[in-house]
């Protein structure tokens, strides 16, 4: 019987000879699995965007903006812990003092540009790109004025500043004349009274006044970005 030799290499089997043209199995790419997270994420983008393009309204193009926007919002000031103290922001409008409480807004901008918007009231100056985070951008002195009728558009200068807020899904940058920086009262300061030189048209966003040498007038953000008028800026 015939065995074979020690030392004698096994002949190796013929190999497959590629086509040309025809990647071979060593070269084609392996399929990559999109996590499901960021598959929701992405299906959101394009529902989203189709929802903008298809949008007959410009109010509902806006307000899909608004809550895209808010998703992003910076996360507001920290509330104050000491009670017996009241703080907020003050700001001019019309020759008024105004405050808004400290916690009620997230950042204090100068005017950023803006795009404007067909279709929308003369109070909305239109969408701005703020820190990467699209916000329709109004003016809260036409704002006040525009349930009188006629009204004189503000003129912008170089004090105006935009006080951007987050409230209830709604991220907004709102402008006012000037910004006069943070205020403390005591809260036995406090009272209802309202001084006569506030228009009646801003009396449904005021929650009283602050006195310290003069009359400050508390602004309510949560009372704004519930009115309904503010909500619809599609004009009619």
């Not at 590629?18 to 994420?41: A, D, F, M, V």
């Not at 803006?114 to 929308?120: I, K």
């Not at 005021?206 to 009115?227: A, P």
Request: no cysteine.
């Amino acid at each position: 019987m015939l065995r074979p030799e020690s030392g004698l290499a096994t002949p190796e089997k013929p190999s497959r000879k590629s086509h040309p043209g025809k990647p071979s199995r060593k070269n084609i790419p392996e399929k990559r699995t999109i996590p499901h997270s960021s598959l929701s994420i992405a299906k959101g983008t394009m529902k989203e965007r189709s929802t903008m393009s298809n949008s007959s309204h410009p109010f509902d193009y806006l307000e899909t903006l608004g809550q895209s926007a808010s998703l992003y919002r910076a996360q507001p000031p920290a509330e104050q812990t000491d009670l017996s103290y009241w703080q907020g922001v003050g700001f001019l409008l019309d020759g008024q003092h105004y405050m808004v409480q400290v916690g009620s807004i997230s950042e204090i901008l100068p005017v950023p540009q803006t795009t404007p918007l067909p279709g929308v009231h003369r109070w909305v100056r239109g969408l701005a790109n703020v820190r990467g985070r699209l916000i329709p951008v109004v003016s809260l002195g036409d704002f006040l004025k525009s349930n009188q009728g006629h009204y004189v558009s503000s003129q912008p200068n170089h004090n105006n500043r935009i006080l951007v807020i987050g409230k209830k899904d709604i991220a907004v940058g709102l402008i006012v004349d000037e910004v006069k920086g943070i205020q403390q009262f005591t809260v036995n300061s406090h009272s209802d009274e309202i001084p006569a030189t506030i228009p009646q048209s801003v009396h449904p966003f005021t929650r009283g006044s602050y006195f310290k040498d003069q009359h400050y007038v508390v602004f309510s953000i949560e009372g704004l970005v519930t009115n309904e008028r503010f909500l619809k800026a599609a004009s009619e």
